[in-house]
Structure formats: C-alpha cells, structure tokens
C-alpha cells in the first residue's frame, strides 16, 4: 500500500518569500501524486497532480510541484506567498491500477506573515 | 453546476443515536467515497463505491454503513454514534484520471 510523509505540520513565510511544502511518499508502483489546498470550513481542491510525463508540475495559483523519483518526493513551491495562500496542504499519493486507493498525508499548516 | 452537495453540514447527536450524512454529485462521476477529517491524521478513507450496488470497506469502516442504490447518491450512515466519531466527514467523486472532487464536508459532533 502507498503511504505519504509531509514533513513539518506547520510552515510559517513572510509575504513575497518562497513556499516549500515536503512531501515523501512510498509506493510499490508508479505512483500518481496530488496536492490539494483546503481554506477554513471548506472541502479539499486540487492544486496539481502528477500522472505521467513532465516531471515538473504547474498548478494553480503558481504553485508548481517537481516529481523526484530518486528521493521519493514531490515537494511543492510557489516563488512569492501571498495572504490568500494561507490555508492547509495535503500531500496524496494513489495507485494508477487502483482507483479506490488515494492516501493522503496528515496535512502541513501554511502561515503568511505580513 | 452544484458539484458535490453534502447534508447537514453540522450536526450534534448523542452516544447511541443512529446518524446518516448524506452525499449527491451531479457529474455523474463512477466513483464515490467518504473520508474523515481528524486532526494529526489527515483524510481517512472509511468506504467507496465504484459504482450504484458496489460499495467496499476502506482504511477504518468500523460502525459505518453505506448504501448506493443511485449513481448520484452515497449516503453514509453511524448506526450508533460513539464519541471516537467526532469528527468532519468528507464526501468525494473521481472520474477516470483518479483526482478527487470534494463536497463542502460534514462536521459531525458526538455528546
């Protein structure tokens, strides 16, 4: 089964300083990766997601996501934070073979300071 | 376009008291789940269905029960609420490429 380590449960940035966000995952097969954003009192959305081909993933909002096969990883980054990035991030790993088996990580608090 | 419709979004109930949250998605998506939200531990997957009359078990369904006798709808019950059920629950459908597409979520309070 796949699993997913987020590192660090909070981040906190300044406004305008980079975002990086830690995911590891562990998985038997090629894995397809997700990261999703939730806001307060709302569900999750997708952010990006990493099936096959580019390894470097663009999202939305310029968050973009680079698959690293080697290290396991598929960290996220967004070059400048702004206020309305503040919300939780999950990291989610799912079996390409099993479409039942989405696993998600426990979740990384984003802060942006003004 | 409603997307994925969770009812109620709150709920109060007492120890023993059967619960269901209901769930309705207007994409006509084959797959439906329901996860719960618990802090520390992310999404837990309790059961999916993959399409109306096939439902199975998922990471933690112990006291849960679901039904899908339409495409559209995947009620999940608590036949007899415990407090360890506190907690938010979340309503999803997946088309092919696998992403999720989550309701608004159900915060569910145990007395």
């Known amino acids: 089964a796949q699993s997913v380590t987020q590192l660090g449960s909070h981040v906190s940035v300044s406004e305008g300083a980079l975002v990086l966000l830690r995911c590891n995952y562990s998985?038997?097969?090629?894995?397809?990766l997700f990261w999703y954003v939730q806001y307060p009192n709302q569900g999750l959305q997708l952010l990006l997601k990493y099936t096959t081909g580019a390894t470097l993933v663009k999202g939305i909002n310029g968050f973009e996501a680079e698959f690293k096969k080697s290290e396991t990883s598929f960290h996220l980054t967004k070059p400048s934070a702004h206020m309305s990035d503040a919300a939780e991030y999950f990291c989610a790993v799912s079996d390409p073979y099993n479409n039942n088996d989405m696993r998600f990580g426990a979740g990384t608090r984003l802060t942006v300071k003004p | 376009d409603a997307g994925i419709t969770q009812s109620p979004r709150y709920k109060i109930t007492e120890t023993g008291r059967q619960v269901t949250l209901m769930c309705h998605q207007t994409w006509s998506h084959s797959y439906m789940f329901w996860y719960r939200q618990d802090l520390g531990h992310g999404l837990r997957l309790i059961y999916y269905?993959?399409?109306?009359?096939?439902?199975d078990k998922g990471e933690v369904p112990d006291g849960y029960v679901v039904s899908r006798s339409k495409t559209e709808n995947f009620p999940l019950t608590l036949e007899s609420a415990t407090r360890s059920q506190t907690s938010v629950y979340f309503c999803a459908s997946s088309r092919i490429t696998g992403e999720l597409f989550f309701g608004e979520g159900s915060r569910l309070t145990v007395l």
């Open positions: 269905s993959a399409a109306a009359d096939i439902t």
């Open positions: 998985s038997s097969v090629p894995p397809y």
